[in-house]
């Protein structure tokens, strides 16, 4: 399953195995709020938000997932019902990161781009508007190791970890998309994709045995 947020205020859970290209997008004529050109693949659609929605976090069962945006607000959905569950206020300005830690806790943090947890816990990869990811030690916050190349000065880009926490994978504003080693933090790979396009975030499938994962950008 892909879940994807948007400007237009809405979530949607996909099934990608029944998408087709063809029906990739709503017309003109339904508007950017309609989900009638979504159809195809369109399990569940999750509708709180008042502005865009930045970032969405799954907790580790998918049972349910966070979501924070431009409304200042963080939200706790039920995958399933397509309700939400709990709803946090007190930020100043728009939530840029959200994710689960501990026993489920939401853990957001506002001037960054993305925090993800890596699988056993310990470390938290962190993006930033300098052009560069940082892996910090969850417990002392040592920073463990940091990864550049791309460019990420202006917009909101995600990355995340990959190969079971061996790599790291984001974006960057330049249209490419890099892969780094997670130890030693070299780059490993980089691939042009959107166009050229700001690649604004990408995704790792870690069902078992599944070495596929997806981007999204502004193209």
Same mark, same amino acid.
């Given at each position: 399953m892909v879940l994807t947020g948007a400007s237009d205020r809405t979530i949607r859970l996909f099934n990608p195995l029944k998408a087709s290209v063809e029906n990739a997008e709503p017309t003109q004529r339904e508007g950017a709020g309609s989900t009638k050109g979504f159809?195809? =693949?369109?399990?569940?659609?999750y509708s709180a938000h008042g502005y865009e929605v930045l970032d969405i976090a799954v907790t580790s069962d998918n049972a349910r997932f966070a979501s924070v =945006? %431009?409304? !200042?607000?963080?939200?706790?959905?039920?995958?399933a019902q397509g309700k939400t569950?709990? !709803?946090?206020? %007190?930020?100043s300005g728009r939530i840029n990161a959200v994710d689960f830690g501990g026993e489920g806790s939401v853990v957001v943090s506002e001037p960054i781009n993305s925090v993800q947890q890596t699988r056993d816990g310990n470390a938290l990869l962190v993006s930033t508007l300098d052009s560069t990811i940082r892996l910090f030690d969850k417990g002392n916050g040592?920073?463990?190791?940091?990864?550049?190349g791309h460019a990420n000065k202006k917009y909101r880009i995600r990355s995340t970890l990959?190969?079971?926490?061996?790599?790291?994978?984001?974006?960057? @504003?330049?249209g490419a998309i890099f892969i780094w080693?997670?130890?030693?933090? !070299?780059?490993? @790979?980089?691939?042009q994709a959107h166009g050229g396009n700001v690649v604004s975030?990408?995704?790792?499938?870690?069902?078992?045995? !599944?070495?596929?994962?997806?981007?999204a950008g502004s193209d």
């Open positions: 159809s195809a =693949g369109l399990v569940q659609s =945006g %431009g409304d !200042r607000q963080v939200f706790l959905w039920d995958v569950l709990k !709803r946090w206020t %007190g930020h040592q920073l463990l190791q940091s990864y550049t990959a190969q079971a926490d061996a790599a790291v994978i984001s974006g960057s @504003e330049d080693d997670v130890l030693d933090g !070299r780059v490993v @790979e980089k691939l975030a990408v995704s790792w499938n870690c069902a078992l045995g !599944r070495k596929e994962w997806a981007s």
